[in-house]
Structure formats: C-alpha cells, structure tokens
DNA sequence: GTCTATAGGTTGATAGAC
DNA sequence: GTCTATCAACCTATAGAC
C-alpha cells in the first residue's frame, strides 16, 4: 500500500452532514441557541436550508446530534487509562483531560437549558448511555484509594471525595469567564493542583 | 395606630410589574428561555402583553431585569458577616448560604447564554457592580488566613486556593442535576465538609 | 443529495381606546 | 396602567425540480 491514510466510507471532508454539524456548533457557541436558526446554520455550512432537513429531521434532531457529537469525547475518556508514574503528574494529566473536555461541552450542556424537552432528551440521552462525571470520579477514586495503600496518599480521606473536588474545581474554571465575564476568585489549575498535594501528603499522625 | 403593617408606596401585591417578574423568572426555570415568550408570559401573570410593554422596553430588557433581580442576592450576600466561633460551623454556614444563592441563579446564568447579546449585557452588569464568586473568596480567603494566624487552620496551604475549592463544590453541586439529568458522583455537602476539616486541620510537621 | 420556492404558523412590538 | 386588536418580520418545515 502507498502513504494512502486510513480508509473511510462516508466522503472525508465536504461532506454537507458534517459542514451542517460544525456549523451548528460554530453559531451556538458564538452567537447562542437562541440566534440559531435553520437560515444562518445553512449559510454557514454554504448550504441550503433542504439539506439540514434532508439530514435532520428537524431542528431538535439537529440540535440533539450536535449535542451528543460534543458529549462524545467524554466516553473516550471514561475509558482510556490514566494512572502515571508519578501522584502528581497523574492529577495533572487528569485536569488537563477533563478541562479539554469540558471547554467545549460547557456550552452544549448550557445550551440544552434553554428548552425543557431539549433538556430533558440530553438528560435521557446521559442517563441511557452512563454519561456524567460519576465515571471519572470513580476512577480517579479508585486510583487514590490504591495510592492509599501504597502509603503515598494519606489514609484518612475519602478517595471520591477527593476526586469530586478535583473536578469540581475544574468545572468552575470551565464555566466561569463563559458565564459571568471575568475569572475573578478562580484558582489556576496549578494553584488546584498544590493544594491537593499538600491535602494528600502522608502526615506523621495520619500514617502511623 | 392599629395593626396596619409597614406604609409601602405602590400598591402592595398584585402590582402588575412584580406580577411579571415572577411569571418570567418561573417560566424560565420551568419551560426555558427558548419558551419565554411575551405571549406565555403574559398569560402567566393574569397581565396583557401591552402591560409587559408598558413596563419594559422589550424582551431584552425584560430579561435584563429578571437577571438582575436573580443576582441581587449576591451583594447582600457579599456584605454580611459570617464568621462564627467554631471553623466547622462557619464553613457549613457559608456553603448552604452559596447553595442557596445559587439555586436560582444558575438558571439565570444559564439563560444568558443563551443569546450573544444576553451574555455580553449580563457579563457587563457583573463586572460593572464587582459580581462574582470572587468578592465571597475573597471574604472566606481572609477569615481562613485570621485563622492560620491562630493555628487553627493549618499554615500551609493558601486560603483563597481554599475558598475556591469549598465555591466550586458548591457550584457544582448546584449545576448538576439541572445540567445532566442525575447526581451521579457529586459528593454530598457533608463529604466535602468533612474533607476540607481534614485538609485544614494543622499537622504535627506543618505546625512546628 | 442538494437546490429553490413557498406555505403556515409564531412572535415581538405598536396603536389607540378605556 | 391596562386592555384589545393588529401588523410586519421571521422562522420552521415541506414540495418538487435537478
């Protein structure tokens, strides 16, 4: 075989299913759901209004495939491994992980609230397919505990816990220049990651 | 005088103006931005939409106000004091007063999203009048520091990194069961207050 | 599969009486 | 201040040609 790249089925790029998606998400994120119209997605994606129905069967299929495209990434993550060498470098990674995810998936979770049935089709569409933070808490959770044991994590704190922490804080990093307009009060992600070092530092009476 | 209550100047309920308020604020929790219009609205508060009209300029301000009157809470909350005798009983306290603020106005964030103008209005009304999560960091950062200095909380850890954490929790708390349709992995206030007690309580090493 | 053209239905906003 | 009546604009969705 030649330097021919991985074989696919559809047509690679120009393919008016997938101009039609990343346009809607292009016009969500920077004009909101409330502007997005079947008119200014097609103009956009340079095509016409027949096509998006051809694809979708209307505008809340469109939206929900949208949505379930941004929310994809997050099973991948659920699955790959994460544990490294290194406690810290291991946290670390995880952060970056969940930040990449949640930057674009912040505005797909908001944008679901602007509508009931739309919310309540996602909220379905997650609790069907196991999707939400609780997987990566638990495995970052089981990882803690096993620290836990190795003596490199003191024993005295609840290894979920922890991580909901670690999450949470990335959550609000995620969310907050979107939502209020400034980042006043965020802590960096370094300044997270100090934090939770010296929280899980074996202590001399925490050890014993 | 007789038992009559405090003078007010308008007419007390069934002021057509709050009437609207609170229908929009309700329709928007309840069905969605997308869903509020002015006919629902209307029809909500027992009002025609030429009142709505008479009151505010258009939907925008309408909104406009509905954010406001959702945030006001903020800078009440911002304001008073907090700080009781024991650390736990502060922490708690300061948690359920953030949970509280939050419940309704996470949906009011949200909702400005959903409209480019919206957002950029709403993100100006904060920065303008110094909203956000930062004023109350700010506050939960200096009274852990007084307490550093007492040696009730352990020294070295950054204060404000802190506060941050025990807000972000609480953000999350809020946003989840709206914003994924379930609480899968989200610690309950209780677990996280247990953490933090744990992480702050001053260790033998620290100490010294 | 993609286009053009258009029907059908809402919606925001105004005018003017009371 | 509140109402009724109405308009103009816009948007979703469909039909049918290519």
Same sequence: chains 1, 2.
Avoid: W
């Amino acid at each position: 075989m030649t330097t021919a790249p991985a074989p696919r089925r559809g047509r690679p790029p120009s393919g008016g299913r997938e101009e039609i998606l990343s346009a809607t998400l292009a016009v969500l994120r920077e004009r909101g759901v409330a502007k997005l119209t079947t008119r200014e997605v097609a103009r956009r994606a340079g095509v016409s209004e027949g096509s998006i129905y051809y694809h979708f069967t209307d505008r809340f299929g469109l939206l929900l495939a949208v949505f379930e495209r941004g929310l994809r990434p997050l099973a991948d993550l659920n699955q790959r491994g994460f544990a490294g060498p290194d406690l810290r470098g291991t946290l670390a990674g995880f952060m970056a992980a969940v930040e990449a995810f949640l930057d674009p998936a912040v505005d797909v979770l908001t944008a679901a609230q602007s509508d009931a049935d739309l919310r309540e089709a996602l909220g379905t569409h997650m609790r069907d397919n196991d999707l939400g933070p609780h997987r990566g808490i638990t495995m970052l959770g089981a990882y803690l505990e096993q620290q836990q044991r190795l003596g490199v994590v003191r024993a005295d704190v609840d290894p979920e816990t922890v991580a909901y922490t670690l999450v949470s804080g990335c959550f609000m990093r995620a969310s907050q220049e979107r939502m209020v307009g400034h980042t006043l009060g965020v802590a960096s992600r370094e300044q997270q990651l100090d934090l939770l070092m010296t929280l899980l530092a074996p202590t001399e009476d925490a050890v014993k």
